[in-house]
């Protein structure tokens, strides 16, 4: 059964960020839940590096991943979640957990990532607030 899908629609429709980036890390396609998380508007993301929204201290790790992802086609985050810390427009920090898949050209040749991804910014300090009361009430 084939279904009329408009894919724009059910990109800006979910609640997780969407974001493309193309080989040389530029957001090439940022939903209405990235603006959410992030805060920028998707006019401030486009053309942007990545760097946007990896914390300064990420930045070579990052960097050096994407650049071998690039050039060997291939990810360890594709299937498992990745949780790291990200930057918010204002500065302040997120928590966020993605899964990465890599986007090949018609030469099985890397061109981008596309990433889905979800704050858990709330949860992970819910997380740390019980295992502190715990260590707390175990001394």
């Known amino acids: 059964m084939k279904t009329n899908v408009d ?3 059910l990109i800006d429709c979910i609640g997780d ?3 493309v980036a193309d080989a040389h ?5 940022w939903n209405a839940a990235a603006s959410k998380i ?3 508007s998707e ?6 590096t990545l760097d946007l929204i990896v914390p300064e201290r990420q930045r070579q790790r990052h960097n050096e991943g994407y650049s071998k992802s690039m ?3 291939v990810t360890r985050y594709g299937t498992s979640l990745l949780k790291v810390p990200a930057k918010h427009k204002d ?3 997120l928590s966020i957990a993605f899964t990465v898949g890599m986007l090949f050209d018609a030469n099985n040749q890397a061109y981008g990532v596309a990433a889905v991804i979800r704050d ?7 997380e740390r607030a019980l295992k502190k009361r715990l260590s707390d009430l175990e001394s």
């Open 38 to 40: 992030f805060g920028y």
């Open 120 to 126: 858990e910014t709330q949860g992970f300090a819910e």
């Open 25 to 29: 890390e530029k957001i090439v396609l």
């Open 17 to 19: 960020a969407v974001i």
């Open 91 to 93: 500065g302040h920090t």
């Open 7 to 9: 894919l724009n629609q």
């Open 71 to 73: 050039e060997t086609g």
């Open 43 to 48: 006019e401030e993301a486009l053309g942007n």
